[in-house]
């Protein structure tokens, strides 16, 4: 009896340790939110260039050109496959993958941009991100990308696991 009780307490600590994670991993709303100056920046720079976005509510803007036929939607806690090029504002491309390669990343451990940009797709699906610097590299210079830059990204979606 002692033996099923035990095993019963730790079934139960293991299935509430799982709800706690997945709660967790579901959370793709971080507080992190642009300022209204880096937002403007953002839209001068879209409205300089006619660039038609969508602005999301945390500050970046936006744009799908596929929304992807998959079934799952990326959550923090996605092993998230990818094709990207990051650029700036001048046309300056910072990273990308290799032609023909991919890239995987675990979605909590990518900028914010990222974060909250990629569950707006399903796998499959092409985004273009416009950020601004509180959701991506913020006031710090990160390698060749400049502190205070607004990135632009465009990602197309492989797969989420």
């Not at 092993?79 to 046309?91: A, D």
Request: proline share 4%; hydrophobic share 40%.
């Amino acid at each position: 009896m002692k033996n099923i009780l035990l095993g019963l307490i730790i079934l139960s600590a293991v299935c509430i340790s799982c709800s706690k994670k997945d709660v967790a991993c579901n959370l793709n709303d971080s507080n992190v939110t642009a300022s209204a100056s880096e937002t403007a920046n953002v839209q001068a720079y879209l409205t300089a260039n006619s660039i038609t976005a969508t602005p999301h509510p945390s500050g970046f803007y936006y744009k799908i050109t596929q929304t992807g036929t998959g079934q799952a939607i990326a959550n923090l806690c996605s092993m998230v496959t990818v094709k990207y090029t990051g650029k700036l504002t001048n046309g300056t491309v910072f990273d990308q993958t290799a032609v023909g390669a991919t890239a995987t990343f675990t979605l909590g451990q990518l900028i914010v941009g990222w974060q909250k940009g990629l569950p707006l797709i399903s796998s499959g699906g092409k985004i273009t991100l416009y950020i601004p610097p509180s959701l991506g590299y913020g006031s710090a210079a990160a390698g060749s990308i400049p502190a205070n830059s607004i990135l632009i990204f465009d990602i197309e979606l492989i797969s989420v696991s």
